[in-house]
């Protein structure tokens, strides 16, 4: 347990931790720290809230913990596709585990059975620079900075078409 052992991977290569999955071309895996160095990455977190993987495919993905993960020239979609029809292109994408609480509280929270204390509630945070959304190759818009909770993001918008007729012309409904 004591015992340093670093370990440079090159091809194929595939870390399983627990709900996350790493994938990558080349890779500097520190097994004691948890902690690595992903070139031409991917990390499939699996996110029960929401019942599915939430994807980010990096140039350069770091593991700076076992849950806390730094990405650079990135994007990050929940889409299973290969090449995906929507995500959200970023220079800087940070994910960590995050102690949340709700407010004034409202909300429901967890009690130890025993003490009756309130449980902590960790969720997976996700912290996002530059960011352009895109939909296929086309850019819809601009954030200087998004920080949101992965298993709730709170967009109001749940579906979104454009279309045309003779009456109304170019309509767009949300």
């Known amino acids: 347990r004591d015992q340093r052992l670093t370990i440079y991977l090159e ?20 097994v004691r720290e948890e902690r690595a160095l992903l070139l031409d990455a991917e990390l499939r977190s699996f996110i029960p809230q929401i019942g599915g993987d939430i ?16 990405a650079r020239n990135a994007w990050t979609t929940a889409s299973q596709f290969g090449v995906p029809g929507y995500r959200l292109q970023a220079s800087d994408v940070f994910i960590e585990q995050r102690v949340v609480q709700p407010f004034f509280g409202l909300g429901a929270v967890e009690r130890d059975p025993v003490t009756g204390a309130p449980l902590p509630r960790e969720v997976p945070w996700i912290t996002s620079l530059n960011n352009t959304f895109f939909i296929e190759e086309v850019p819809v818009f601009y954030l200087p900075r998004i920080s949101v909770p992965a298993d709730d993001p709170g967009v109001p918008l749940r579906r979104a078409s454009v279309g045309s007729d003779s009456i109304f012309g170019l309509q767009v409904r949300t």
């Open 11 to 30: 091809g194929n290569i595939v870390i399983r931790q627990g709900d996350h999955v790493l994938r990558a071309e080349r890779a500097v895996y520190d």
């Open 55 to 70: 994807r980010v495919r990096a140039a350069e993905l770091r593991q700076l913990s076992h849950d806390s993960f730094y």
